[in-house]
């Protein structure tokens, strides 16, 4: 197993639950609108980037399962799956900082209860 292999594994093994804890903290703290908004594309855009990850993964099993080498092609679509994936995760967790810092600060008052 590689460090890449290990990294695939932390990062979309762990998904869900990072997915889940950061709703929960959106859900249960007031905010703008606009946290909700960009945190259900972002999440949107997570949910898919993980499905689209594990069947290229499946399907590359298959090939390296049967000692098939795996497609050029395949293997960089499950690299641009988990790159997607990251980059949607990072902005989704960035979204949820901004909100909570503009909170604290008193700048934002809620719109929605």
């Not at 290990?6 to 804890?21: D, E, I, S, T």
């Not at 499905?51 to 499950?78: C, H, I, K, M």
């Amino acid at each position: 197993m590689t460090w890449e292999d290990l990294f695939n594994l932390a990062v979309l093994g762990g998904a869900p639950a990072l997915l889940a804890l950061g709703a929960v903290g959106i859900l249960v703290t007031p905010h703008p609108r606009w946290v909700s908004a960009l945190a259900l594309v972002f999440a949107s855009v997570m949910i898919v980037a993980f499905a689209v990850f594990w069947v290229v993964w499946g399907r590359a099993f298959e090939y390296a399962d049967t000692y098939r080498p795996v497609p050029a092609s395949l293997d960089l679509a499950g690299d641009i799956a988990a790159i997607v994936f990251a980059a949607a995760y990072v902005l989704f967790l960035l979204t949820a900082i901004a909100a909570l810092i503009k909170r604290k600060r008193g700048k934002v008052q809620p719109t929605h209860g």
